[in-house]
């Protein structure tokens, strides 16, 4: 699953390290593209966190959200993209961290 992510997804990008990482006896993956791209799977191949310096492909955001940044924030794009406790939180590039729910509806902006 994590390389048909990252196929589909990042298709120009390569694989430059992956590393295993086990805390609490929960396991994860990072993987790091040559774009300096970040991402990271659950132990169950899910993605959770998608960290990048350019903008993220709009493949990778749920729609909700896309929608949601390109009327409010028309000047702006996506950076980072995280799944924690039932929230789905991004970053645009000018900084501003925006709060969805699992539905991508908003819910806040963060900080």
């Known amino acids: 699953e994590i390389q048909t992510f990252v196929s589909v997804h990042f298709p120009e990008q390569i694989v430059t390290r992956v590393i295993q990482d086990t805390e609490s006896s929960v396991k994860t993956y990072d993987l790091y593209l040559d774009n300096f791209t970040k991402l990271e799977f659950s132990g169950k191949n899910e993605i ?55 539905n991508g509806n908003f819910l806040r902006i963060d900080g």
């Open 48 to 102: 959770v966190e998608i960290e990048g310096q350019t903008k993220l492909p709009d493949s990778v955001i749920p729609g909700n959200i896309l929608i949601y940044v390109g009327l409010t924030y028309p000047d702006n794009y996506i950076t980072s993209w995280e799944l924690e406790n039932n929230i789905q939180q991004i970053t645009l590039n000018n900084g501003l961290e925006i709060e969805f729910n699992l």
